[in-house]
C-alpha cells in the first residue's frame, strides 16, 4: 500500500538520516566555507615552484587535497540538504554558493596538473625516496603522470578547456529535446481514459496487462522519436565527432581507447564482453521463448516483451521487515560485515520515507569526512527492498573504502561500482527464492533475476555493440544519418531478440531515446558489474574457500590499484571469456528453474 506523503516536519527523526556527522548546524557549514574561501585565495603561491624541491611538493599535494576534501564536504551537505525538500529556498542558496565555491578552487587549483605532467616523473620518484611522507601520494601521483602522453601544452589545453561548451552542445540540445520539446500526444489508458504518454509515464503502460495500451503506448512513443529522427541524429552524430576529435588531438587511437583509459581498461574487455554475450545469444532467446509461452501470444512483439509473467505479489514489507530480509540475505557475508551494515540503521545512514518536495529515486552518497548516507522514498513494495539492498551495496563498498585507505586512494572507479551493490542484489534474490513460502513468491523472485539480466548483462551489451559500431563507421568516414543509426539499431534488436519475437519495425527509432549514447563507451560497465558480481556470489554461496575474505577485501581497496587487478583480489579475471560466461550460465539455470517451478 503505498504510504500517504508527508511534509518533512511529520516524519520523526528515526526515520530520516542525520547529517550531523558532516556538520552539527548550518553555522558550522558556514565557518567551513568561509575557512575554504580564505585558503583558496593563497594558494597560487605554489604555481611554478611545485617540483623545485620535496618539500614543495609535499605542500602543495597537502593544501590541494585538503581544499577538494573540504569541498567535497561542503558540497555533499549542501545538496543533501536541498534533496530532503527541493523548494526549500535556503539549501537552494547553499546549493548556489558551493557551487560557485567550486569554480573558484577549480581555478585556483587549475595549474597543478599541468604543472606535475611537465615535469619528468623520475624526479617525483627521486623525491619520494628522500622524503618519506610523499609516499601515501606514490598511487595519486602515478595515475596523474599516466596521462603525460596526452597532455597538450598549457595554451592547447586552455583552448582545448574553451570548446567544452561547444562540445557539450549535442548532449544538451538531444536531453532538451527529449525531456522539454518532445510531446508524444495521448494513449487511452486500461480504464478508458485519456491519457498524456511521456518518458516518465512510458514504463508504466508498457507493461500493462492489457495488451492494447501496450501497443498504444509502443507505436505513440516511436512516432513521437520518428518525427525528430533528423535532430537527434545530428546530435548524435555530433557526440560522436566531439569524442572522436578529443581523443585525435589528445592523440588516442580510437575515443574507445580515450573512455577506458582513465580505469586503464584494456579494449580487448569491451570486444570481450560483446563477443561472448553474442556467442550466447541462444539463452536469450530461450527467454524470450519463455515469454512467449507464459503469455499466451500466438506472435511475442516488442511492445510484449516487458509486460511481467507472474502475478505481482500484493503482499507489503515494513522498513523493519526490509532490514530483517537484508540482514538475513547478507549473513553468508560474515559477523564483521553485518556489525558494520547494522550501523546504517543505527546510526541514521537512511533516509527512508517520500515528503513534500523530497528528490525522486535512491542514492548512495556521503563524503571521506563522514559516514555513507541513503536516500530513499520507501513504499513498502519489494522492489524497494530491493533497492535497499542495492545501496546497501553501495554504501558499504564506501564507507570500506573510506575507512581502510587514505583520502586520495579512496575513491574506486566507475568500472567497479556497480559490483557491490549487485551483489546484495543478488543474496537477496537468492535468500527470498530459498525462503519462499508459496511457488508464486519464489517465481517473482526467479523473474526479478532473469528481468536483472535481461536489462544489464543483454540490453546494455547491445548498446555497448550499437556504440562500438557507430564510432568505426565514423572512423571510416561514414556519415551518421537518421537512416543508417536506425538500419544499424534495427539489426541488433533483430539478432538479439531472435527468431522468437516479432521485431517491429518501430523500434528502429529507440536509439534516439536513449541518452547513455552521449557518455562514451559508459554503458558496458554495468553488464562487466553484473558479471563480476554473479562470480562472487556463486563463489560465496558454494564455500568456495576464502570467497568471503577475498571479497570484503575488495570492498577495502578503494582506488588502490587498477580496477582489473582490484577484482582479482575477489578472484575475478574480468579480462577472461569465462568471467562473462559465468553470468549466462546463472541466467541460463534461472530460467531453468522457472520452467520447472511454473510446469508444476
Same mark, same amino acid.
Given at each position: 500500500?503505498?504510504?500517504?506523503?508527508?511534509?518533512?516536519?511529520?516524519?520523526?527523526?528515526?526515520?530520516?538520516?542525520?547529517?550531523?556527522?558532516?556538520?552539527?548546524?548550518?553555522?558550522?557549514?558556514?565557518? =567551513?566555507?568561509?575557512?575554504?574561501?580564505?585558503?583558496?585565495?593563497? &594558494?597560487?603561491?605554489?604555481?611554478?615552484? @611545485?617540483?623545485?624541491?620535496? /618539500?614543495?611538493?609535499?605542500?602543495?599535494?597537502?593544501?590541494? #587535497?585538503?581544499?577538494?576534501?573540504?569541498?567535497?564536504?561542503?558540497?555533499?551537505?549542501?545538496?543533501?540538504?536541498?534533496?530532503?525538500?527541493?523548494?526549500?529556498?535556503?539549501?537552494?542558496?547553499?546549493?548556489?554558493?558551493?557551487?560557485?565555491?567550486?569554480?573558484?578552487?577549480?581555478?585556483?587549483?587549475?595549474?597543478?596538473?599541468?604543472?606535475?605532467?611537465?615535469?619528468?616523473?623520475?624526479?617525483?620518484?627521486?623525491?619520494?625516496?628522500?622524503?618519506?611522507? #610523499?609516499?601515501?601520494?606514490?598511487?595519486?601521483?602515478?595515475?596523474?603522470?599516466?596521462?603525460?602522453?596526452?597532455?597538450?601544452?598549457?595554451?592547447?589545453?586552455?583552448?582545448?578547456?574553451?570548446?567544452?561548451?561547444?562540445?557539450?552542445?549535442?548532449?544538451?540540445?538531444?536531453?532538451?529535446?527529449?525531456?522539454?520539446?518532445?510531446?508524444?500526444?495521448?494513449?487511452?489508458?486500461?480504464?478508458?481514459?485519456?491519457?498524456?504518454?511521456?518518458?516518465?509515464?512510458?514504463?508504466?503502460?508498457?507493461?500493462?496487462?492489457?495488451?492494447?495500451?501496450?501497443?498504444?503506448?509502443?507505436?505513440?512513443?516511436?512516432?513521437?522519436?520518428?518525427?525528430?529522427?533528423?535532430?537527434?541524429?545530428?546530435? +548524435?552524430?555530433?557526440?560522436?565527432?566531439?569524442?572522436?576529435?578529443?581523443?585525435?588531438?589528445? /592523440?588516442?587511437? $580510437?575515443? #574507445?581507447?580515450?573512455?577506458?583509459?582513465?580505469?586503464?581498461?584494456?579494449?580487448?574487455?569491451?570486444?570481450?564482453?560483446? =563477443?561472448?554475450?553474442?556467442?550466447?545469444?541462444?539463452?536469450? %532467446?530461450?527467454?524470450?521463448?519463455?515469454?512467449?509461452?507464459?503469455?499466451?501470444?500466438?506472435?511475442?512483439?516488442?511492445?510484449? *516483451?516487458?509486460?511481467?509473467? *507472474?502475478?505481482?505479489?500484493?503482499?507489503?514489507?515494513?522498513?523493519?521487515?526490509?532490514?530483517?530480509?537484508?540482514?538475513?540475505?547478507?549473513?553468508?557475508?560474515?559477523?564483521?560485515?553485518?556489525?558494520?551494515?547494522?550501523?546504517?540503521?543505527?546510526?541514521?545512514?537512511?533516509?527512508?520515507?517520500?515528503?513534500?518536495?523530497? !528528490?525522486?529515486?535512491?542514492?548512495?552518497? /556521503?563524503?571521506?569526512? $563522514?559516514?555513507?548516507?541513503?536516500?530513499?522514498?520507501?513504499?513498502?513494495? &519489494?522492489?524497494?527492498?530491493?533497492?535497499?539492498?542495492?545501496?546497501?551495496?553501495?554504501?558499504?563498498?564506501?564507507?570500506?573504502?573510506?575507512? %581502510?585507505?587514505?583520502?586520495?586512494?579512496?575513491?574506486?572507479?566507475?568500472?567497479?561500482? =556497480?559490483?557491490?551493490?549487485?551483489?546484495?542484489?543478488?543474496?537477496?534474490?537468492?535468500?527470498?527464492?530459498?525462503?519462499?513460502?508459496?511457488?508464486?513468491?519464489?517465481?517473482?523472485? +526467479?523473474?526479478?533475476?532473469?528481468? #536483472?539480466?535481461?536489462?544489464?548483462?543483454? !540490453?546494455?551489451?547491445?548498446?555497448?555493440? &550499437?556504440?562500438?559500431?557507430?564510432?568505426? !563507421?565514423?572512423?571510416?568516414?561514414?556519415?551518421?544519418?537518421?537512416?543508417?543509426? $536506425?538500419?544499424?539499431?534495427?539489426?541488433?534488436?533483430?539478432?538479439?531478440?531472435?527468431?522468437?519475437?516479432?521485431?517491429?519495425?518501430?523500434?528502429?527509432?529507440?536509439?534516439? !531515446? @536513449?541518452? %547513455?549514447?552521449?557518455?562514451?563507451?559508459?554503458?558496458?560497465?554495468?553488464?562487466?558489474?553484473?558479471?563480476?558480481?554473479?562470480?562472487?556470489?556463486?563463489?560465496?554461496?558454494?564455500?568456495?574457500?576464502?570467497?568471503?575474505?577475498?571479497?570484503?577485501?575488495?570492498?577495502?581497496?578503494?582506488?588502490?590499484?587498477?580496477?582489473?587487478?582490484?577484482?582479482?583480489?575477489?578472484?575475478?579475471?574480468?579480462?577472461?571469456?569465462?568471467?562473462?560466461?559465468?553470468?549466462?550460465?546463472?541466467?541460463?539455470?534461472?530460467?531453468?528453474?522457472?520452467?520447472?517451478?511454473?510446469?508444476?
Amino acid at each position: 500500500m503505498p504510504i500517504q506523503e508527508k511534509t518533512r516536519d511529520e516524519i520523526k527523526d528515526y526515520y530520516k538520516w542525520n547529517l550531523n556527522s558532516i556538520y552539527d548546524n548550518d553555522q558550522n557549514w558556514y565557518t =567551513e566555507y568561509e575557512e575554504v574561501k580564505k585558503k583558496v585565495s593563497g &594558494f597560487p603561491k605554489y604555481k611554478g615552484i @611545485i617540483l623545485d624541491s620535496p /618539500g614543495n611538493l609535499l605542500k602543495t599535494l597537502k593544501d590541494f #587535497l585538503w581544499l577538494e576534501r573540504k569541498l567535497s564536504k561542503l558540497y555533499v551537505y549542501a545538496y543533501m540538504r536541498s534533496d530532503e525538500d527541493t523548494g526549500n529556498t535556503y539549501y537552494q542558496k547553499l546549493k548556489g554558493e558551493v557551487d560557485n565555491l567550486n569554480v573558484l578552487v577549480s581555478e585556483a587549483t587549475s595549474f597543478v596538473v599541468p604543472e606535475l605532467i611537465k615535469g619528468d616523473y623520475s624526479k617525483v620518484l627521486k623525491y619520494i625516496d628522500q622524503l618519506p611522507d #610523499l609516499i601515501k601520494y606514490k598511487r595519486m601521483l602515478e595515475d596523474i603522470y599516466r596521462f603525460k602522453r596526452y597532455t597538450l601544452s598549457e595554451n592547447e589545453e586552455k583552448m582545448l578547456s574553451k570548446l567544452t561548451k561547444i562540445f557539450d552542445n549535442p548532449v544538451d540540445t538531444a536531453s532538451l529535446l527529449r525531456n522539454s520539446d518532445l510531446v508524444f500526444g495521448t494513449i487511452t489508458d486500461e480504464n478508458n481514459n485519456l491519457v498524456e504518454l511521456t518518458n516518465s509515464n512510458y514504463s508504466k503502460y508498457i507493461e500493462s496487462q492489457n495488451r492494447e495500451v501496450r501497443k498504444q503506448a509502443f507505436m505513440t512513443l516511436y512516432k513521437g522519436y520518428e518525427s525528430v529522427k533528423n535532430t537527434l541524429s545530428k546530435t +548524435l552524430s555530433g557526440e560522436v565527432d566531439a569524442n572522436q576529435t578529443i581523443a585525435d588531438i589528445r /592523440g588516442f587511437n $580510437s575515443a #574507445l581507447e580515450m573512455a577506458l583509459f582513465d580505469g586503464n581498461i584494456d579494449n580487448s574487455i569491451y570486444y570481450n564482453l560483446i =563477443e561472448v554475450v553474442n556467442k550466447n545469444l541462444k539463452v536469450l %532467446h530461450k527467454y524470450y521463448q519463455l515469454k512467449k509461452e507464459v503469455l499466451n501470444v500466438d506472435e511475442l512483439t516488442l511492445y510484449d *516483451v516487458h509486460v511481467p509473467i *507472474v502475478k505481482e505479489i500484493t503482499e507489503t514489507y515494513d522498513f523493519s521487515e526490509a532490514k530483517k530480509l537484508i540482514i538475513n540475505a547478507l549473513e553468508v557475508l560474515g559477523d564483521d560485515y553485518i556489525t558494520d551494515l547494522n550501523k546504517a540503521f543505527a546510526e541514521n545512514w537512511i533516509d527512508i520515507y517520500p515528503n513534500v518536495g523530497k !528528490r525522486s529515486g535512491a542514492y548512495s552518497w /556521503g563524503c571521506y569526512d $563522514s559516514h555513507p548516507y541513503i536516500l530513499l522514498n520507501y513504499q513498502e513494495r &519489494f522492489s524497494d527492498v530491493s533497492t535497499l539492498a542495492h545501496e546497501l551495496g553501495h554504501s558499504m563498498h564506501s564507507y570500506y573504502s573510506r575507512v %581502510h585507505n587514505e583520502y586520495q586512494d579512496s575513491h574506486y572507479k566507475i568500472f567497479v561500482a =556497480e559490483v557491490a551493490s549487485i551483489v546484495n542484489e543478488l543474496l537477496l534474490y537468492q535468500y527470498m527464492i530459498e525462503n519462499a513460502n508459496t511457488d508464486n513468491e519464489k517465481l517473482n523472485m +526467479l523473474n526479478n533475476m532473469l528481468e #536483472l539480466f535481461k536489462s544489464t548483462l543483454f !540490453r546494455q551489451t547491445m548498446f555497448a555493440e &550499437f556504440e562500438l559500431e557507430i564510432y568505426n !563507421r565514423v572512423s571510416n568516414n561514414e556519415i551518421l544519418t537518421h537512416e543508417l543509426l $536506425s538500419s544499424i539499431y534495427y539489426n541488433l534488436n533483430k539478432k538479439y531478440f531472435g527468431e522468437n519475437v516479432l521485431v517491429n519495425d518501430e523500434i528502429k527509432y529507440e536509439w534516439a !531515446r @536513449i541518452p %547513455h549514447f552521449y557518455m562514451n563507451f559508459y554503458v558496458y560497465q554495468y553488464a562487466t558489474g553484473l558479471a563480476a558480481a554473479c562470480s562472487i556470489v556463486n563463489d560465496i554461496l558454494s564455500k568456495k574457500p576464502g570467497a568471503v575474505k577475498n571479497y570484503l577485501e575488495f570492498l577495502k581497496t578503494g582506488n588502490r590499484d587498477y580496477p582489473v587487478e582490484l577484482l582479482k583480489i575477489a578472484g575475478i579475471d574480468i579480462s577472461k571469456p569465462s568471467a562473462i560466461e559465468n553470468a549466462v550460465k546463472l541466467f541460463d539455470n534461472t530460467i531453468y528453474q522457472f520452467i520447472k517451478l511454473s510446469r508444476k
